[in-house]
C-alpha cells in the first residue's frame, strides 16, 4: 500500500508539474495506475528538450528543382556591328548560348568570351580569350581549348549570323562563370587552332575585334 501511495504521491507531482496533463486523462484512470496514465501522454510537450530540438532540426528532403539562370550580352562596336547573345543555363548542365549578330560581311566570323568585361578601350580591353584552365587555342570540340572558344558563326548574304551553341564550358555561376566577361565578333574565321600561323594557337588568327558585348545577369522568365 506504501508502493501505491509512492506512486499516487509521484502521479501527483507530475501532474502538478504539468497541469494540461490533467483534461486528456479519462475517469476510469486512477492514481494508483501511474504507468498505464504515463504511457497514455506520449505527448510532444513531454519529450525533453534536446530531442525536441532534433524533431525540429531533422533535415529536410532535398530540393531536386532545376535552377535556371539567364545572362544577356548586347554586342556593339565601331562599326555597323550589333547583336545580342542570349545565355540559359539550368543548374550545372551545359550553356546554350544564343547568337544574333547582323552587319557582318558574309562567311565565317570568330565568335569567342573574353576574359575581361572591360570595354574601356573599346573590344581590345576585353583581353585575351576566356582561358582559366590554361590551354592552348582550339575548336569547341577539342579537349585542348579556351573555356571561350566557341568556334565560328556564320553570316549569311544579308551579313546576320544565328547561332545556337551550347558548350560546357561557359557556365553562368561557379569559379568559372563568364558574368562579367565579354563576348566577341571578330573580322576572320578562327582557324580553330590548325591554321598554322604565329596567331592560330593564341587567338585563332581570326583579326580584329569587330563588336564586343558585356555579360550581364538577366531575368529568367
Ligand atoms: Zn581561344
Known amino acids: ?21 490533467y483534461e486528456p486523462l479519462p475517469p476510469s484512470l486512477s492514481s494508483a495506475r501511474p504507468f498505464q496514465y504515463s504511457s497514455l501522454t506520449a505527448d ?31 554586342l556593339k562596336g565601331n562599326s555597323n556591328v550589333e547583336g545580342v547573345v542570349t545565355l540559359f543555363q539550368d543548374s550545372d548542365g551545359p550553356t546554350t548560348v544564343k547568337v544574333r549578330v547582323s552587319g557582318l560581311a558574309p562567311g565565317l566570323h570568330g565568335f569567342h568570351l573574353h576574359e575581361y568585361g572591360d570595354t574601356t578601350n ?6 585575351p580569350h576566356f582561358n582559366p584552365n590554361k590551354m592552348t587555342h ?45 563576348f566577341v565578333v571578330h573580322e576572320l574565321e578562327d582557324d580553330l587552332g590548325k591554321g598554322g600561323q604565329e596567331l592560330s594557337l593564341t587567338t585563332g588568327n581570326a583579326g580584329g575585334r569587330l563588336a564586343c558585348g558585356v555579360v550581364g545577369l538577366a531575368p529568367v522568365k
Not at 500500500?1 to 507531482?13: D, G, Y
Not at 582550339?138 to 568556334?151: T, W
Open 44 to 74: 510532444p510537450l513531454r519529450l525533453s528538450p534536446s530531442l525536441k530540438l532534433a524533431t525540429v532540426a531533422a533535415p529536410k528532403p532535398l530540393a531536386v528543382a532545376a535552377e535556371t539562370k539567364k545572362a544577356v550580352a548586347v
Open 1 to 21: 500500500m506504501q508502493a501505491v501511495l509512492a506512486a499516487a504521491m509521484a502521479t501527483h507531482a507530475l501532474l502538478a508539474a504539468h497541469p494540461h496533463l
Open 122 to 127: 573599346g573590344c581590345i580591353s576585353t583581353g
Open 138 to 182: 582550339g575548336s569547341p570540340k577539342d579537349e585542348v581549348r579556351h573555356a571561350g572558344d566557341l568556334g565560328n558563326i556564320v553570316a549569311n548574304s544579308e551579313g546576320v549570323a544565328e547561332a545556337n551553341i551550347v558548350d560546357g564550358q561557359v557556365p553562368l555561376g561557379g569559379p568559372n562563370a563568364v558574368i562579367g566577361r565579354a
